[in-house]
C-alpha cells in the first residue's frame, strides 16, 4: 500500500531525507552534510546545487528500502528557512551561492532603512523586525552585486526562492515555482495577513516582484515531481519552513500551545490561532499554517545561541569531550558556585535584539572548574528561556506547558532546569526529530491519508517524557538576580 510519506529536510548543516509510515514510525533515513562557505567575516553561504544533489541523492538513497516510489503517498518538505537562493528560470541553474539565514552582509542595508523610517511599519506589516537574518536584504544584495543576477532580472528569467522553493522547482523539472506561506511570512515581502508577496514591500527592498514564487498551502496536492527522477510521479503534499515543522510536528495545534527546539539555537513558539499577531515586545510573528488558504499564527523568539554554547566549551575550551558530558557535570556538584554566563557570543536575539552584546562569564573563583562552567552553560537556557516566557507574557501568551526538542534537549538535567525555572511542566517526545515530524504530518494530511492536520498530529505524534518543577522559589529568585546581573554587562 502507498502510504508512505518521504520528508526531505534540508537544513543548514546537513540535508536528510526520511521515511515515515502512516503512524510517524520511521522507516528509513539518509543523511548527507553541507559545506558551509564563510568568504569573509559575517558572511555565510551555501551551493544550492549541492542542497539539491544530497537531497535527491538521500531520496535515492532511502525509496528502494521501502520498495521504490510506488510506496510513497506524498512527500513533505522542510528547511532551514530565510535562506535565499537565485537561479535562471531557463537553464534551471543557480546564478550564485546562496545567501544563508546567519549571513549578516546586509546590517548596512538594514540600517540605512531604520534611519529612513521604515522600521515601524515594516513590522506592523510583516510580523518581523528590520535584520539581516530575513530573506529580502539578502535579495537585493545579490541583485547589486552580483552581475548575473541583474542580469537574469533584466531578461525576465530570474528566479529567487528560499530552500524549499528552490527544491520544488528542481523536483518538478521547474514546472513549479511556488514557495509556502510559512516561508514566505520569512521574508519580509508578505504582509501576515497578505496572500501573495506586497507589491509596495518589494518596491520599498528593491525586488523584482517577478522573479518571486507564488505563495501556496503548507498542505494539500501542491505539485508533482518529474516522473523521470524516481520512475514515478510523486506528490508533493507538504510544505513548512523548519520551525513552523516543528511546532506542527509538537502538535502544538491549538491557541497557547508552545514548543522550544534547542539545537546550535533556541527557537519557541507558541501558536497564536487565526488572528494575525502583533508583538509590543520584539518577538516575530509568523504563519503557523496556511490550509485552504486559511492561516493561523505563531509568536516566535528566538535564542542565538544555544547548543553552539556547549560546542564552544567543547571545541574552544576543551572542557568535555562531548556534548552529552556538560550533563554528568552539572549533577556532580549542587550548584554553580555563583558562576553564571550569559551566552552573547554572536549577540542577543529576542528579546533583547542586542547585535553588539558579547559573552559574559561572570562570579569566577578559585573553586570554579570545569564543573561550575558546564552547569553554568545549561543554567542559561534556561535563564534565556524565562526571559523570552516573560516577553511572551508581555504580549499576552502565557505558556502552559513546554515542548521541548532539538538535540540538547536529550539533556535530561537540562529539561529537568528548564522546568524548575519556568515553573511548568516540560515535555520531551521519544522521537526527537520534531522537525520532520511536522513535514510528514502535513504531507500525510495533504496526501489524504488522513483527514486533517488535528488528525495526522493524534495519530502520527509518539510517547512523551514529562519534567515536574520542584525548584524552590528561593534557589530561583537567586539564579535570576544573578542572571540580570550578568546580562546588564553584556
Ligand atoms: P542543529 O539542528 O541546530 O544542527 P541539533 O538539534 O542537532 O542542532 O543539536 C546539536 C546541538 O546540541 C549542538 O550544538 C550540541 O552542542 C548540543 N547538544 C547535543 N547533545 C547535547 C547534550 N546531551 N547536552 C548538551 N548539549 C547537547
Redo the contacts with the bound molecule.
Keep these: 500500500m502507498s502510504d508512505y510519506i518521504l520528508v526531505l529536510d534540508a537544513?543548514?548543516?546537513s540535508t536528510r531525507a526520511i521515511i515515515f509510515a502512516s503512524d510517524g514510525v520511521p522507516a528509513a533515513s539518509a543523511q548527507a552534510e553541507l559545506t558551509q562557505h564563510y568568504p569573509q567575516a559575517g558572511w555565510v553561504e551555501h551551493d544550492a546545487r549541492e542542497i539539491w544533489d544530497k537531497t535527491l541523492a538521500c531520496a535515492r538513497e532511502v525509496l528502494p528500502q521501502i520498495g521504490g516510489a510506488a510506496m510513497v503517498a506524498g512527500i513533505g518538505i522542510t528547511n532551514q528557512r530565510e535562506t535565499v537562493v537565485a537561479w535562471d528560470k531557463a537553464t534551471g541553474e543557480p546564478l550564485t551561492r546562496a545567501v544563508v539565514w546567519q549571513d549578516r552582509r546586509t546590517a548596512p542595508l538594514c540600517a540605512e532603512l531604520r534611519e529612513a523610517g521604515h522600521e515601524e511599519d515594516i513590522q506592523l506589516r510583516t510580523g518581523l523586525v528590520l535584520d539581516p537574518y530575513f530573506s529580502a536584504t539578502k535579495m537585493r544584495w545579490m541583485l547589486d552585486n552580483v552581475a548575473e543576477v541583474r542580469a537574469a532580472a533584466d531578461a525576465g528569467t530570474l528566479a529567487f526562492g528560499t530552500v524549499e522553493s528552490w527544491l520544488v522547482f528542481k523536483l518538478t523539472g521547474g514546472a513549479a515555482h511556488i514557495s509556502d506561506a510559512s516561508n514566505a511570512s520569512r521574508t519580509l515581502l508578505l504582509e501576515l495577513e497578505g496572500a501573495a508577496f506586497d507589491e509596495g514591500l518589494c518596491d520599498l527592498f528593491g525586488v523584482p516582484s517577478g522573479a518571486l514564487p507564488d505563495v501556496v498551502d503548507m498542505a494539500g496536492e501542491l505539485a508533482q515531481t518529474d516522473a523521470r527522477l524516481f520512475g514515478r510521479a510523486i506528490p508533493i503534499t507538504g510544505l513548512a519552513g523548519d520551525q513552523q515543522s516543528a511546532t506542527i510536528g509538537q502538535a502544538c495545534l491549538a491557541p497557547g500551545e508552545t514548543k522550544a527546539t534547542?539545537?546550535?539555537?533556541a527557537f519557541i513558539l507558541t501558536n497564536q490561532g487565526e488572528v494575525a499577531p502583533h508583538s509590543q515586545h520584539r518577538l516575530l510573528g509568523t504563519v503557523l499554517t496556511q490550509i485552504d488558504g486559511r492561516r493561523t499564527y505563531a509568536i516566535e523568539g528566538s535564542v542565538f545561541v544555544a547548543?553552539?554554547l556547549?560546542?564552544w566549551l567543547?571545541d574552544s575550551l576543551g572542557i568535555v569531550e562531548v556534548?552529552?558530558e556538560?550533563?554528568a557535570l552539572a549533577r556532580s556538584i549542587p550548584d554553580s558556585g555563583g558562576v553564571t554566563i550569559v551566552p552573547a557570543l554572536a549577540g542577543l536575539g529576542a528579546p533583547h535584539w542586542q547585535s553588539e552584546a558579547r559573552g559574559v562569564i561572570a562570579g569566577l573563583s578559585f573553586a570554579s572548574g570545569k564543573a561550575e562552567l558546564a552547569r553554568a552553560a545549561?543554567e542559561a537556557m534556561a535563564h534565556q528561556t524565562y526571559d523570552l516566557a516573560q516577553a511572551f507574557a508581555a504580549d499576552g501568551t502565557d505558556w502552559q506547558t513546554l515542548r521541548i526538542d532539538?538535540?540538547?534537549a536529550?539533556?535530561d538535567w537540562?529539561a529537568q532546569d528548564l522546568a524548575d525555572m519556568l515553573g511548568l511542566t516540560v515535555e520531551r517526545p521519544a522521537f526527537i526529530e520534531t522537525t520532520a515530524l511536522g513535514a510528514a504530518m502535513l504531507a500525510a494530511s495533504g496526501a489524504g491519508l488522513y483527514p486533517d492536520l488535528q488528525n495526522a498530529a493524534d495519530k502520527m505524534r509518539g510517547k512523551l517524557t514529562r519534567f515536574e518543577p520542584k525548584m524552590d522559589d528561593a534557589v530561583r529568585e537567586e539564579r535570576l538576580t544573578r542572571w540580570r546581573k550578568a546580562l546588564s554587562a553584556a
Excluded at 262 to 265: D, L, P
Design positions: 537544513g543548514t548543516t534547542y539545537g546550535t539555537g547548543g553552539s556547549v560546542q567543547r556534548a552529552s556538560t550533563e545549561l532539538g538535540g540538547m536529550a539533556n537540562m
